[in-house]
Every structure is written in C-alpha cells, then in structure tokens.
C-alpha cells in the first residue's frame, strides 16, 4: 500500500548508543520531514528535505542527523542518544514545493526510549 | 515566525453533544491552516485545511472549521460527537515562503467521549 512507512516501531537504547530511524515513501513526493512529539508540546520538526540531496534543520535538530540519497529514503540518525531523545518520532512526506500549504502524509510513527 | 496555541489541553464532551476546538495563530499575514487528528497509537490525519477562499471549510468526518481573520483563529467543530471522534487533535500552521516548508503544530488537545 502506497504510503509512509517507517522502521522500527519501537526501540529500547542505552544512553550513548547510536542507531537509525528509518523513513520510505512511495508516494514520489520529494518533501520530507521528522518530527519529534512529547507529551504537552506536541509536534517539533526536528530536520527536513525537499529533495534528494538537499536537507535542513527544524526546530530541534541537536543530537540528530539526516542524509536524503534518493526520493524515496529520508533515515533519521541518533549519533549518540541521551534520555531527551526519549519520544516518539514521526516522518511525513508531501508532494507540494515552495509552498506553505504542504498536506503531510504521516507514518505510523516509531517509539524510542533511551535508558 | 509563525505559532499557534490550544488553549484547551483536554475537552470532555457527551456523545451526541457539540463539540468547539479552539485555534489561535500569530503571523502577519494569511497563513495556511490545517487540522489533524491523532487516534491513540497511530499517525496523524488530516481533516483539514484552509488555503483561501470560503472561510468555513468542510473536512472529513463531519468536522468543519471557520477562519476568522479578525481573531486570528481557526476553530474546529462538529455538531454532534460520536464515541470514534476520542482522539487528540493538531491545530497546524503554514507560511508560503519560497523554500521555507515548515509547518508548526500546537500542542494538542485530547478529546474524550462520555456515554
């Protein structure tokens, strides 16, 4: 089915360790974004891309890092993880360029707590 | 930069009953305005949003929203709730700006349905 899938759905990590917050879309958009979401602050988008090659910071970028190689792909990197990283991470893709009316497609989001 | 604000962090209605989300935003001009929705342990769907045009915008669902640009608000509602309507909801905002593609999200209010 045609949409965002993101990879895993939960993860338990030590503080220091680092792992990779998977995204694909199959959606052909070329706009991509991470959010982060914590309870009573809702959504903070952490990095984006509006296409391959090219990438940007959000709101909350510190600890994270993003490559986007293809259209497709858009992974989310914890270099070395801290407990503030615990939270619950989103990627959403959209079609639509250079405009503030991006209708975001959503994954199932990815659980991540860090020890 | 642009914000926005729930000021109701949880809203308890009876099914049936009516129901107002209310949605404040700060930018200096017109802004794209969406609202999503968040059923427990799933992504974010649109329901959503107001580009241009008519001010009172029909969604999925049976919720619609009205722009008042006067009060810089973007209120959710629905005539009468169903049990399945027990979610959290996302005011979001967007600008158009040649390659800004942020969208920045409140902070949600969670809705609970009583019998």
């Known amino acids: 089915n045609a949409g965002v899938t993101q990879t895993p759905k939960f993860q338990v990590l030590k503080t220091g360790q680092s792992m990779t917050l998977q995204c694909a879309q199959d959606m052909n958009h070329e706009y991509m974004s991470w959010y982060r979401q914590d309870p009573g602050m809702g959504l903070r988008l952490i990095h984006y891309?509006?296409?391959?090659?090219?990438?940007d910071q959000g709101e909350v970028p510190n600890g994270y890092n993003v490559s986007r190689s293809t259209t497709e792909d858009f992974p989310l990197r914890l270099l070395s993880a801290a407990p503030s990283q615990t939270s619950v991470y989103f990627c959403?893709?959209?079609?639509?360029?250079?405009?503030?009316?991006?209708?975001?497609?959503f994954g199932a989001g990815s659980r991540l707590t860090v020890l | 930069a642009q914000s926005v604000t729930q000021p109701d962090i949880h809203i308890t209605v009876s099914e049936g009953a009516s129901l107002e989300l209310r949605c404040n935003y700060s930018y200096g001009a017109t802004p794209y305005l969406f609202w999503y929705v968040q059923s427990p342990g799933q992504g974010l769907q649109l329901l959503l949003k107001?580009?241009?045009?008519?001010?009172l915008v029909q969604g999925i669902k049976g919720f619609e929203a009205e722009f008042k640009r006067s009060q810089s608000s973007f209120n959710l509602r629905k005539p009468s709730v169903h049990w399945s309507d027990a979610a959290e909801y996302f005011c979001?905002?967007?600008?158009?700006?040649?390659?800004?593609?942020?969208?920045?999200f409140g902070t949600g209010t969670r809705l609970t349905i009583i019998p």
């Open positions: 959403a893709s959209s079609y639509n360029l250079y405009s503030g009316a991006n209708v975001l497609t």
């Open positions: 107001y580009f241009s045009g008519d001010t």
């Open positions: 891309s509006v296409g391959a090659g090219i990438t």
């Open positions: 979001a905002v967007g600008i158009s700006n040649f390659g800004n593609e942020k969208l920045t």
